[in-house]
């Protein structure tokens, strides 16, 4: 993806995907975007805030929808 | 939402915690002595002196305790008080006059003054079986049995040099307790049993998989699940911290293993890992006998032949480690040499050896 | 109900040291689920194993650490403890307390909790061991109210922590509790969030007694040095002998032999250029030699537990660096250090396995560090020698 990303348009997009599966590592997320991981990191960790997304540990770190 | 909680205000700032003594000589400490055991008397450069006090503590604390500890911090000690990385409490005294009452108050509820200086420090330990899922040891029971045996090292400070035991209930050693000069560690004696319902519901398979330090796991399709290489295995419990299905506990054979000689300090000699002494112990509770007993014979072996000042791993590097292992009265066996990836290096590549 | 007897756990309330069983107990009288816990604790006893599970995800707002999720796998019996998380607390610095701080805590974790806990857990957090989920996020209202926050869990960065350092200690190089304050507080997100391969402890020991054990025990090993000369008060070397301390025998164990006393002017000499700053004859005597004024610190970086390819201890990446807040040099290497790791770490690979994976060279390079034959205790004895290709001719 050669475009930059707002935060927001990216956060958009994470949640978007994450629609899409039941969990997902940060990482994964990054590839299936075409992003930069910390900017991956950076948008979940506004969601989290937010209350959006929720961490899940099963040996690493998931995230997940909050309520999915 | 009303009343929403504050978010990443981290600890609470250590300056607001100090008592004023502390405040006033932050960074101007001259020099220290051991006033007696678990007395510690701390000289700044203004002449200012502070008195620690010492006292034991199993670490799993009733907010009973704490209050009480507060209350006698009030009483003695204006207030203030601190924890050790060892699980002591530090009482913070400014008037010498009052340490021998903190002391007999202290010591009037069964509270342990000591662990200062050539003396046993407080054992740390983990969780066990009061709260952990892949122990293969309790922690807690053990510790209480070990430390009740060898109480009078803790109240005393004539050791050759300081000891430290640390107790890890299983290897994944959240106690990091390998480098300790007696570390009682928990250990798993036989490859998990796999629930593969429970691992086709609540485990990545790749994980699993990649888990397993051995390459001993390998995907099983048809169950979509596991199967695991027995031959392999070592008994780790990596698979099963990453995957529920793959239950490690096995009550039978789970028990302790003992190493000794590690230290963390730079004093003479560097940082050492702790190194296998007995493979296998059965756990023993309620009070775990026959651990209480090695190690006791452990810490007597030390005390009788070090030179003043040796850890025990210094004591051993002396002696030799066969020299060791015959005055231990210790089986030296297949299972004392190393066979994970780092183990050439432990191989003695020349003749100097001693009978 | 009658309440259950408990013969094996009866037996660890007697003998001389402070009995677990006991404070359980006092909690026991007010709280269900610390009797249930008890029973629990029992039953394992004896049947010689947990009965523990897994935890699920449990957590407050905003977090993915800080939480433990645990359930007893035999919730039906003992209802009380069919979920019983703990929350690790971030301690201050030190584990320095005022009584003001540590009652409220103890009021709170009453309030919402079975009131037991461990000071601390071996990360450095106070331990409040038990609770429902429902609890959780009330528990956490309050204590964030009152000025407390958790401490790390999961793949994150895990809570740091530090040795008594300035406050009470003469030896201390640098200013441990202030840089472990600083940089709790600096990543609070690395803390609470976890975004990372797998977990990263640092811990701080401002001396090389290191006695919070950083070479074993964290990711990264800050450890305080000096690069001058050992202070000697020789009025002290005077008072020490005359009341018979037998100094001679002490500085026979320097490692370096480069320490020496002059018997008749009662006088302690030091070959400062081969003293390699092991501490021991300044533990020995504390009153007549103190570190040097250069102060600084060590950085280590590796040490970790025995999963999954054995135990490491920290090793030297940078032999001195000057300790002084805002830290920025530390900072600026922690985070590219995360990034390497980060970007190229597998699951569940801590930064030490990478850099054995990949190569100290590759990870010089990477992070942009120079080597330095402290790094090391013997240069390479294989031939395998690797070049970047720069470094060659090329042929077509």
Not at chain 2, 131 to 144: E, L, N, R, T, Y
Not at chain 3, 164 to 181: K, T
């Amino acid at each position: 993806m050669a475009e930059e990303l707002s935060r927001e348009e990216l956060k958009e997009k994470v949640v978007e995907y994450l629609k899409t599966v039941d969990k997902a590592k940060n990482k994964d997320i990054a590839t299936k975007l075409g992003v930069k991981k910390r900017e991956v990191d950076k948008a979940v960790n506004e969601l989290a805030k937010e209350d959006i997304v929720e961490f899940l540990y099963i040996g690493t770190s998931y995230v997940k929808l909050k309520d999915k | 939402m009303t009343n929403v909680a504050k978010t990443d205000i981290g600890p609470p700032l250590y300056k607001d915690q100090l008592p004023e003594i502390i405040k006033n000589n932050y960074g101007q400490w001259k020099y220290h002595e051991h006033v007696k055991p678990g007395v510690l008397k701390h000289v700044a450069e203004n002449g200012d002196e502070l008195y620690t006090v010492r006292v034991g503590s199993p670490r799993l604390l009733s907010v009973e305790t704490l209050r009480w500890f507060a209350d006698l911090a009030d009483k003695y000690c204006d207030g203030h008080l601190r924890f050790t990385s060892r699980h002591n409490v530090e009482f913070l005294l400014t008037d010498a006059s009052k340490i021998d009452a903190l002391i007999e108050e202290v010591e009037a509820e069964g509270w342990p003054v000591g662990g200062t200086g050539n003396s046993l420090k407080n054992l740390i330990h983990t969780q066990g079986w009061i709260h952990c899922h892949s122990a293969a040891i309790d922690a807690s029971g053990i510790v209480k049995s070990v430390m009740d045996d060898l109480y009078d090292y803790f109240k005393k400070d004539d050791l050759p040099a300081k000891l430290k035991i640390s107790l890890a209930c299983c290897l994944n050693m959240c106690g990091a307790v390998h480098c300790s000069d007696i570390a009682i560690l928990g250990i798993h004696r036989t490859v998990p049993k796999i629930n593969d319902e429970e691992v086709s519901k609540a485990c990545e398979i790749p994980n699993v998989v990649a888990s397993c330090p051995t390459g001993a796991i390998r995907p099983n399709p048809k169950k979509k699940s596991v199967t695991i290489n027995e031959e392999k295995c070592m008994y780790c419990g990596n698979c099963f911290t990453v995957c529920p299905g793959l239950k490690i506990m096995d009550p039978d054979n789970d028990g302790v293993a003992i190493f000794v000689g590690g230290k963390t300090s730079n004093a003479r000699s560097g940082p050492r890992f702790s190194r296998l002494a007995i493979p296998f112990i059965p756990n023993e509770p309620p009070r775990w006998d026959s651990t209480v007993k090695a190690i006791r014979n452990l810490v007597e072996l030390w005390v009788e032949n070090a030179r003043p000042g040796e850890r025990y791993g210094e004591w051993i590097e002396r002696i030799g480690w066969e020299k060791f292992f015959d005055m231990a009265g210790l089986p030296f066996t297949d299972k004392h040499i190393d066979d994970f990836i780092f183990s050439v290096p432990t191989f003695r590549s020349t003749t100097q050896f001693k009978y | 109900m009658a309440k259950k007897k408990r013969p094996l756990l009866d037996q660890l309330k007697e003998g001389k040291y402070p009995s677990f069983v006991k404070e359980m107990e006092k909690m026991a009288e007010k709280k269900p689920a610390v009797e249930d816990h008890l029973n629990l604790l029992e039953r394992s006893y004896e049947d010689k194993t947990v009965h523990w599970k897994h935890g699920g995800i449990v957590g407050v707002r905003g977090y993915g650490g800080g939480v433990i999720g645990r359930y007893s796998d035999l919730g039906d019996e003992f209802p009380n403890v069919k979920e019983f998380h703990t929350m690790r607390v971030n301690q201050p610095s030190g584990w320095f307390y005022s009584t003001e701080t540590l009652r409220k805590l103890c009021d709170i974790w009453e309030k919402h909790g079975s009131g037991i806990t461990n000071m601390h857990g071996a990360t450095g957090d106070a331990i409040l061991l038990g609770t429902t989920t429902e609890h959780l996020q009330p528990c956490f209202d309050d204590l964030s109210a009152n000025g407390f926050d958790l401490g790390g869990s999961g793949s994150d960065l895990r809570t740091p922590s530090a040795c008594v350092g300035p406050a009470r200690c003469e030896h201390a190089c640098f200013d441990s509790l202030d840089l472990c304050n600083h940089l709790t507080q600096e990543y609070q997100d690395e803390l609470h969030r976890p975004m990372w391969p797998y977990k990263f402890k640092i811990k701080i020991s401002a001396c090389p007694n290191d006695c919070v054990s950083s070479i074993a025990r964290a990711d990264m090993s800050i450890i305080g040095t000096w690069r001058d000369e050992i202070r000697v008060d020789q009025d002290m070397v005077k008072e020490y002998a005359n009341n018979g301390k037998d100094i001679e025998g002490i500085l026979a164990s320097c490692p370096t032999d480069c320490i020496s006393y002059d018997t008749e002017k009662k006088e302690i000499n030091i070959d400062n250029e081969n003293c390699v700053r092991c501490m021991h004859c300044i533990n020995k005597l504390p009153k007549a030699l103190r570190v040097g004024k250069e102060k600084g610190a060590t950085i280590l970086l590796g040490g970790k537990a025995p999963i999954v390819q054995s135990a490491f201890l920290s090793w030297v990446i940078v032999p001195f660096m000057k300790l002084e807040s805002p830290y920025d040099e530390l900072k600026d290497l922690l985070e590219r250090i995360w990034d390497w790791w980060d970007e190229h770490a597998k699951v569940r690979e801590r930064v030490g396995e990478l850099i054995y994976r990949k190569g100290m060279r590759v990870f010089l390079k990477e992070v942009g560090l120079e080597p330095d034959a402290r790094m090391v205790k013997y240069p390479r004895a294989n031939p395998y020698i690797f070049w970047w290709p720069e470094e060659v001719q090329q042929n077509d």
